[in-house]
């Protein structure tokens, strides 16, 4: 039996086909999972019906995750149609533009609310609204995506890396607060992949050729191999994990200098 067979899970983060979400849904539709996928605006809507086309007997619905309230409905549209969530993949992050191009120390009071309201807040609502639902299976497992900017500086990065550092900690603490409920939080820290959101970091192209001379498997990881660690936190085989930080990144994240 596939390790997700009879499992319904949320995927929140899809944008388009080279989304990190999207490579972890079809592994999780492969793996025998239901899904719920959201979009944030209408602008993406389209896009992420018709990836949800693909998948078989899909809810797409909308949730901008900087909202109380869309949170709140997504969550009673799943239990209605569901009858209570399995598994939760919390893969959006955001930051303006000037808080990439700009030096670091230029980052406004505005863009470092945002940057940590959409990028680390956000797993904490949306985990906390979708507590009951995994309550309801007898527990669950929450994964949410982060980077190693959380705790070295990579240029341009800026004050996502203080998101991440913020979400990293989030995923600690709830799973402190949620292991007694037989839920359990991760993390998954992903070398750089090329996605839109990846694109919204300036010169981000050169981290990858970075990465492709000093990693130890001395090249970049791509959609499918975050995708199957994602399978592994959430499916059975991960049971025994939480508040992890599961570095998929070929191992740069080991290296010294020289
Ligand atoms: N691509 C990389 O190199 C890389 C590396 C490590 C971690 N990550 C992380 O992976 C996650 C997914 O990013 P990606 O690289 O697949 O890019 P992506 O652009 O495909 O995904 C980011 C998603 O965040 C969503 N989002 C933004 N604001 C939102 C809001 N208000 N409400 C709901 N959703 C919102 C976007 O719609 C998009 O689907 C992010 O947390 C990112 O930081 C990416």
Known sequence: MSSLAGKTGLIVGVANKRSISWGIAQAAAAAGARLALTYPSER????VRELGATLDNPLILPCDVASDQQIDAL???IDAECGGVDFVLHGAAFAPKDELNNAFVQTSREGFRIALDISAYSLIGLTRAMVPLM??????????????????VFTNYNVMGVAKAALEASVRYLASDLGPDNIRVNAISAG???TLAAMGIKDFSSIRDVYKERTPLRRNVELDDVAEAAMFLLGPSGRGVTGEVLMVDAGFHVMGGA
């Open 44 to 47: 993406l809507e389209e896009n």
């Open 135 to 152: 309550k309801k299976r007898g527990g669950g497992s929450v994964l949410t995506l982060t980077y190693l900017g959380s705790q070295r």
């Open 75 to 77: 969550a009673s549209s």
């Open 192 to 194: 750089p992949i090329k």
